[in-house]
């Protein structure tokens, strides 16, 4: 697999133990540790990835577990190596194949800050089905005690999380488990309110997390988390097939301070060659989907948007998971004075609708100050009282 896992400057260099040499590293100040099984394929030995650091130790004894040619992806996320993959789960009776690594960090509940992990998870279903057993978890951990994990439950068909440490011990998205489909999961611990949240593939255009998360829970105050494992069950008993998981992978596995620490953006995504996350072709547009559709950006911040058939001024770090501020830039004089019902001096009609003429068209100001654009078929937030003669500033939603 091609190395695009881009890291930000840290003017030190980390010791791996074991390994007995320093790594020069260039991690965030803000990543806490990152496994992408960077190793040559085939058989394991428990040996860290080339662009591996965080980690106390190597990583245990190895149970049916190889290294495969191609790691797993998902959109721009930067990604180095192979993946690791259950590579036997035929033996009749629960077969389970499971490694454990300690982080350089122990966290409890009076830790200051947050946690962030995101891990990459593709299950390949050999035989049976996820509802009648087994699980593949990446488990936060310390000595015997599983204190929370992320992945999937036993006998659970969609993706969770959970654990001994946490209160409800499981809770469910509603994304199924699927055969050869790769999963990003991202999860939030914060130490401060002792709660936990989660994603399941989240958007990750933006530099932000998603503002609703697809499940939360709390924390016990008997959380202790040092180590990770990786974990594989299938459940093969007296020869009757109820999941094999063979050949299922667990790969990018990143832990951090906050969002943008264990979501690093690689070739395509957030580069010379992207705006706002979204690819630039080679005329140098972008397509943003049914959010804003096709948009001209090389001159930006000032972007053509094509459905609007305006110029908007756009900074690039405005933009968020929800949407971005915008200047919207025009004459917002009407051409004759509005009577009765008005929005910034525009007639409105009886639809509550108002024709803005070359500013902004036609738009429905029924619940100002949320604001339908039906050029650009968004809502966008305009503040009546700041509209300017020579345009707006307004949020277009996403």
């Not at 489909?181 to 939030?188: C, D, I, K």
């Not at 933006?206 to 008997?222: I, R, Y």
């Not at 619940?367 to 966008?380: A, E, R």
Request: proline content about 4%; glycine content about 12%; some cysteine.
């Amino acid at each position: 697999m091609k190395l695009t896992y881009l890291k930000t400057t840290l003017s030190n260099f980390a010791t791996l133990a074991g390994f007995g040499c320093a790594f020069a590293t260039t991690a965030s100040a803000e990543a806490v540790a990152y496994e992408g099984f960077d190793i040559p394929a085939g058989s394991f030995d428990g040996a860290s990835g080339e662009t591996s650091f965080g980690w106390f130790d190597v990583w245990s004894v190895v149970h049916n577990q190889t290294i495969s040619a191609e790691g797993l992806s998902y959109g721009n996320l930067a990604t180095t190596g192979g993946a690791l993959e259950l590579s036997d789960g035929t033996t009749p009776s629960q077969k389970v194949g499971d490694i454990a690594r300690e982080i350089d960090e122990v966290y409890f509940p009076t830790s200051p800050g947050e946690l962030w992990m995101s891990v990459l998870i593709q299950p390949n279903i050999v035989a049976g089905s996820p509802a009648d057993g087994g699980f593949i978890q990446v488990v936060l951990g310390n000595g015997a005690t599983n204190s929370l994990y992320l992945g999937t439950a036993w006998r659970g068909s969609v993706w969770s999380v959970g654990g001994e440490r946490a209160s409800p011990k499981t809770v469910n998205s509603s994304v199924p488990v699927e055969h050869g489909v790769t999963t990003l999961l991202v999860m939030r611990l914060d130490f401060t309110t002792d709660t936990g949240s989660f994603w399941v593939n989240p958007d990750i255009s933006a530099n932000t997390a998603p503002s609703e998360p697809v499940g939360t829970f709390s924390l016990l105050s008997d959380f202790e988390a040092d180590r990770v494992t990786v974990w594989f069950s299938n459940y093969i008993d007296d020869g009757e097939v109820f999941i094999d998981y063979t050949g299922s992978k667990v790969d990018e596995i990143r832990f951090g301070t906050d969002w943008s620490s264990v979501i690093v953006l690689g070739e395509g995504g957030g580069g010379d060659e992207t705006w706002g996350g979204f690819d630039i072709d080679d005329d140098n547009n972008v397509d943003t989907g049914e959010w804003m559709k096709w948009l001209y950006v090389e001159q930006a911040p000032w972007i053509w948007s094509y459905k609007f058939k305006k110029w908007l001024y756009i900074e690039e770090g405005n933009i968020a998971d929800n949407g971005t501020w915008a200047y919207i830039p025009g004459d917002t004089s009407p051409e004759t004075p509005g009577t009765g019902t008005t929005w910034s001096g525009f007639s409105v009609d009886a639809n509550n609708n108002a024709d803005t003429g070359e500013w902004m068209g036609w738009v429905q100001v029924a619940s100002t100050p949320w604001i339908w654009s039906y050029d650009l078929g968004q809502w966008i937030y305009i503040e009546e009282g700041f509209i300017g003669s020579d345009g707006a500033w307004g949020f277009i939603s996403r």
